[in-house]
């Protein structure tokens, strides 16, 4: 019987590479959300492989479940088992993990300290913060929760609840003023809300503590949805109006970045997606066990 010798991969990359898994990556990469649909020409042309090379990859793609035909236009598009196992890697992301490297650039490029916050019972939960390098810091700690009414972040979160949450939740929380610019009635704060949901950023202007002044903007997951918010803040010496609109572009930027990574520019196809895996029957057999049938 012949062995395998192991070796590292590193070393010696080109040894391991086989062409027809190559090809298979080259083929699934040209679905794009704007061609979710391709046929075998389309397909043969974006990568160059010749129609009869494509065909028979299709054929078994297809029959494991990695892509789909449609009956009628005979056209190619990404299969439920791509949706199954693209859920596996989301659900193996770690948030802290994937936050830190886009939170510590925030703060090199901001040069203001940055936090990571998730909402729970009324409250923004500091659960990352990465300090900047300055004399002057934020007197915030990590695990401890802050009013979300009253902090970037928190609005953030809150923007994306309907109106009628936000209202239950101001009501069993309470709106507490801290400072003279603390937002304390419920129907300003809906203004405000909906002001972060049209402009994607948030502004703490000194609504928590006095001298500080804090932007925030929302962290989306595959489905779409706000999970969490990052920012950064400082002293109103150094965070003034007149830098608010910089600093949010960059505090965008990572939000983005980081939503990006966890899969919320796929978020449309993982709604049609899942869509078509609540519409499959527990009748209809998985495309691996139906391959499985037919040998």
Request: glycine share 8%; proline share 4%.
């Amino acid at each position: 019987m012949a062995t395998i010798a192991h070796t590292d991969t590193a070393v010696a990359p080109g040894r391991y590479r086989i062409q027809a898994v190559e090809r298979v990556g080259v083929i699934l990469d040209v679905f794009t959300p704007e061609e979710p649909e391709l046929g075998v020409t389309d397909i043969a042309e974006r990568t160059g492989l010749h129609k009869s090379t494509v065909h028979r990859f299709l054929v078994n793609l297809e029959a494991v479940g990695f892509l789909e035909r449609d009956a009628r236009s005979q056209r190619y598009r990404l299969g439920l088992r791509m949706f199954e196992m693209g859920g596996i890697v989301l659900e193996q992301m770690s948030l802290w993990d994937e936050a830190l490297p886009f939170l510590e650039r925030l703060v090199v490029e901001s040069g203001e300290t940055g936090h990571l916050a998730v909402l729970e019972r009324g409250e923004a939960i500091y659960i990352e913060k990465v300090e900047a390098r300055r004399a002057l810091r934020i007197p915030s700690a990590m695990g401890r929760g802050y009013p979300a009414h009253a902090t970037s972040l928190g609005k953030v979160l809150l923007s994306d609840l309907p109106d009628a949450e936000v209202r239950e939740t101001m009501d069993a929380h309470g709106m507490v003023s801290y400072t003279r610019t603390t937002i304390t009635d419920v129907e300003r704060l809906l203004v405000e809300l909906a002001v972060i949901r049209d402009r994607g950023y948030a502004v703490d202007d000194e609504e928590y503590d006095e001298g500080l002044r804090c932007v925030g903007a929302p962290i989306r997951d595959h489905t779409g949805r706000v999970v969490a918010a990052l920012g950064i803040g400082g002293p109103v010496t150094r965070v003034t109006p007149a830098r608010v609109d910089d600093l949010a572009r960059l505090v965008i930027a990572a939000g983005n970045g980081l939503s990006r990574r966890l899969g919320t520019s796929q978020s449309g196809a993982y709604a049609r997606a899942a869509s078509r895996v609540r519409a499959t029957t527990s009748s209809t057999p998985r495309p691996s066990a139906a391959l499985r049938a037919t040998r």
